[in-house]
């Protein structure tokens, strides 16, 4: 599956809720509107998920692309929870299939080209799941499949088995990655570089931390949705995060770029990294992220946001990092 090195995150449209009201509210005129921009620039992935402002996200984006759906790339993801009763979540066959069948009629399509498991559910043996996967593959209502927020050694399991009996593989895994997030490198990563899956990366401004907007001895700017969603955000320790400010701001001076941009491209240059999703509340913040391709980061100026950004991973990855021995054992990708 060929995707554009940044995709568009459909979380913006028509949101509600305390979360995805925070992330944008676009209805169909602007989703349209920002549509075309993307298409214009090449990006030709839109992501989405049933959970995203109740199914909301998807009808909007249906239609938004409405008449040109041979010219766009759908992710969409499922498994989370979306009620309160006991087939209201996770991806057991029968629900699976009753959740793609909504989509595809949120999304007015007849085919998602690339479907993602939300979470993983621990309750769905692996063979009923890829069965089931494999089942809507063949029915042509999927095309591709991947997962979201897995952990690795699960994500592993699914694909040794998937080897195993011959189904199709999961050939993305939709991450938490950016400058204060790198937890995806130490087992994520190398797995994706061993086992061929391409990572889809959300929130790489850090949730809304590395725009620029936040500084050392200021406080979160009015308008920041880390006031209403910092609950929901992973966590990042404030001199972490003023020394990546540091540098990007370094660098900022050297490029003529903006923060985000910056932020962007480093990531559009890691291992593994198959593209770079980007949100927008409006068409001024879109062609901003869309600034971060068309140019590159130097190796030195790479090297520098690699230095600000490390931290000491936990164990068991600490000793390939202090100790001589482990090291030579287990070189790094990056």
Known sequence: MR??????????????GPLFSAW???????????????????????????????????????????????????????????????????VSRSRLIRQVEAALRRLGTDYIDLLQLHAFDASTPVEELLATLETLITSGKVRYTG?????????????????RDGRPRFVAHQVYYSLVGRAYEN???????????????????????????IRRGTPIPEGSRLHETAAFAPPVEDEHLYRVVDA??????????????????????????ASVIIGARNEEQLRQNLGAIGWSLTREQMAALDAASDVLPPYPHTPYRQQEGFARLNPPLV
């Open 248 to 273: 990007l701001d370094a660098i900022a001076g050297e490029t003529g770029k903006t923060l985000p941009q910056i932020a962007i491209n480093w990531l559009l240059q890691r291992p593994t990294v």
């Open 24 to 90: 944008g509210r676009s209805d169909a005129d602007e989703a349209r509107r920002l549509v075309d921009i993307c298409l214009e620039a090449g990006v030709n992935l839109f992501d989405t998920a049933d959970v995203y402002s109740d199914g909301a996200s998807e009808r909007v984006l249906g239609e938004a692309i409405r008449g040109r759906r041979d010219a766009v790339l759908i992710s969409t993801k499922t498994g989370l929870p979306t009620g309160d009763g006991p087939g209201d979540w996770g």
């Open 3 to 16: 995707v554009p090195a940044l995709s568009f995150g459909a979380g913006t449209f028509a949101g509600s």
């Open 187 to 213: 087992d994520l990563m190398p797995l994706g570089a061993d086992q061929g899956v391409g990572a889809l990366v959300w929130s790489p401004l850090g949730w809304g931390r590395l725009t620029g907007r």
């Open 147 to 163: 997962v979201s927020n897995y952990p690795g050694w699960q994500l592993m399991k699914a694909q040794a088995a998937a080897a």
